[in-house]
């Protein structure tokens, strides 16, 4: 008796929880799953499937999101940066400089400096292995400056004698016989871009190395007359002992125009790769040429208080009466950011990053620290552009996919369900669009619109090859789905009512198969984004400077690329590899959720 009201009461709890908690117990719930529920558990206890998700959603998130943080400049260049290699190192200062440092100097991604024993210290990333071949003590004596350039290095010794090493193309290891035998009085030694320059207190200044960009002209009167020089990429300027600013060069450009109130009064000169800068005896600092990088925004602040400056590719720095800081121009890679309320005695800018000896005779550095990724050989950020590229070819895929899908389900679901001579039309359609060799018609395509369309008409005409030349699969997989569900009651009752065809291929029958068709669309998008690489990479898909992961790889034909530079193939490739993979098992995990069976074939 006692039983059967804990059966009674048992029965009423359950009702109970049905009414009020729209629920069951757990065990019973368990029996009762909807064949959706059911799937996804078995997906969710799929680990391979998880991981899949996992993965694919996070490359997913970040190159949909990353680049808003990490800005890129499609058509940015600088062949400075080029194949530097991943890695945070070029600020790293060796500790027998820290805090004994009497010269330092900074190269395209490499640093140099001595101390005050004169004794020479390499870090960074170097773009060729004669960089590490510095003369010995007993060959060059006690060197007192020291200049970094794009690929090789000069240094003096207290004796007035030159030395070199690094790369020694173009004539960079010619020194001039007066500076190879000494007795000089060096006042400014410069490494610069695949050329080398020498001031001596005598007002002279010598050159040797590749001028052919530079040009260099020495007008007369100049020379017994310099007490300073800078250097760009782009031009050679001097300040005289007069104080005026003297361009070497015959050429008219934005350099040559020198404001003419500053001529006689100048104490200071420094140039970018696009501007010039100067500081008159008043502490003020007046700027020509162009403002691509904001080089000629002057902070209005520190008019009329700065001592000195220098300067790197695209920023200036200018050190204070007082011993402080400011820099100004471009700040891509931090190398405007300098440290507040710090006093030094002398700075050093070049190309991307700063160092400032300070009062107390450490060493302060900021600017370009290294790259994650490394750089191609135009010297941009892989990492950079492989969240762009990625985003690039996951779009690509997914268009692609969602076209080729739409195709297939209606080009099957009318074939599966009319039958007969439309079936038969359809069929023979699907196989002729099947037969039709894919890479081989996208590159005669190509091959024929050349350069008649834009980037982005290229693009969209990728996806639409793409789409339209890859439903025949899914065409086939709905058509025999089709055929089993037309055959169902549902149908029966749906034609019953008076259902149009189309509404009942559409509404009724798609919608029951829908899951064979994700797990085919899946699948597919991991084919397409590698479909898109290929082609990217032999030159006929989405072209430069757009990245994507398949034209980041065309560098991988290239042996040398393949033994020297293995950042630029690696990563693009580990990407797109673990982003196919993690797809196709997440389609496999699909599959095997949605129909179990499939483990047992």
Not at 278 to 307: C, F, H
Request: negative net charge; aromatic residues 8%; proline residues 3%.
């Amino acid at each position: 008796m006692q039983k059967n009201k804990k059966n009674k009461r048992s029965t009423a709890s359950v009702a109970a929880q049905r009414m009020l908690l729209g629920g069951l117990p757990q065990e019973e719930e368990e029996v009762l799953q909807s064949p959706l529920q059911m799937a996804f558990g078995a997906f969710v206890k799929d680990k391979i499937a998880m991981i899949g998700v996992i993965l694919f959603v996070f490359i997913f998130l970040c190159c949909i999101f990353l680049p808003y943080f990490f800005p890129i400049d499609l058509y940015y260049q600088d062949v400075t940066q080029a194949n530097v290699a991943p890695g945070f190192g070029m600020l790293n200062v060796p500790n027998q400089l820290k805090n004994n440092a009497q010269d330092l100097s900074v190269g395209s991604s490499f640093s140099v400096g001595l101390d005050k024993d004169g004794n020479v210290y390499e870090w960074g990333t170097f773009p060729n292995s004669k960089l590490k071949n510095i003369p010995s003590t007993s060959e060059t004596g006690k060197l007192v400056q020291v200049s970094a350039g794009l690929d090789h290095i000069i240094a003096a010794n207290e004796d007035g004698q030159i030395f070199t090493w690094g790369n020694d193309r173009m004539g960079l290891n010619t020194i001039p016989m007066e500076l190879r035998s000494g007795g000089n009085d060096i006042k400014q030694i410069l490494a610069g871009y695949q050329i080398s320059l020498v001031l001596t207190e005598d007002g002279e200044m010598y050159n040797w190395g590749s001028d052919y960009l530079l040009n260099i002209v020495y007008p007369e009167g100049v020379q017994g007359n310099i007490e300073k020089f800078a250097a760009s990429t782009n031009i050679v300027m001097v300040l005289t002992k007069d104080g005026e600013v003297v361009p070497l060069t015959s050429k008219a450009s934005a350099y040559t125009n020198i404001p003419e109130e500053i001529q006689g009064d100048v104490v200071d000169l420094a140039l970018t790769d696009e501007s010039a800068a100067a500081v008159t005896s008043d502490g003020r600092v007046y700027t020509w040429g162009n403002n691509i990088k904001k080089t000629l925004d002057v902070p209005e602040e520190i008019q009329g208080q700065v001592a000195s400056l220098s300067s790197g590719r695209y920023h200036f720095t200018a050190v204070l009466k007082d011993g402080t800081l400011c820099s100004w121009g471009d700040n891509t890679h931090g190398q405007t950011n300098a440290p507040e309320g710090v006093a030094v005695s002398s700075v050093e800018s070049g190309y991307y990053a700063n160092y400032a000896i300070t009062e107390d005779g450490s060493v302060v550095s900021w600017g370009l620290k290294g790259y994650l990724m490394g750089t191609d050989s135009l010297g941009r950020d892989l990492f950079r552009r492989l969240l762009v590229g990625g985003r690039m070819t996951m779009t690509v895929g997914a268009i692609a996919v969602i076209i080729s899908t739409i195709i297939g389900i209606v080009v099957g679901g009318i074939s599966g369900y009319k039958g007969g001579k439309v079936d038969n039309l359809l069929m023979r359609l699907t196989e002729i669009v099947s037969s039709i060799p894919f890479l081989p018609f996208c590159i005669i395509l190509s091959s024929i619109l050349g350069n008649s369309i834009s980037e982005t008409q290229r693009i969209i005409l990728i996806m639409c090859i793409l789409g339209l030349l890859s439903w025949p699969g899914i065409a086939r997989l709905v058509r025999g789905s089709v055929l089993a569900e037309r055959e169902q009651e549902f149908v029966t009752a749906a034609k019953a009512l008076g259902v149009r065809e189309f509404g009942i291929i559409f509404r009724h029958i798609v919608p029951n198969i829908i899951t064979v068709i994700i797990v085919n669309a899946t699948l597919n998008f991991a084919t397409c984004m590698l479909t898109e690489s290929s082609l990217s990479f032999i030159g006929f898909g989405v072209t430069e400077p757009n990245a994507t992961w398949g034209n980041m790889l065309t560098g991988a034909q290239n042996g040398q690329v393949i033994e020297n530079y293995w950042w630029r193939w690696a990563f693009p490739a580990l990407m797109l590899g673990i982003c196919t993979i993690s797809i196709n098992c997440i389609g496999d995990g699909l599959r095997d959720a949605i129909d179990p069976k499939s483990k047992e074939r």
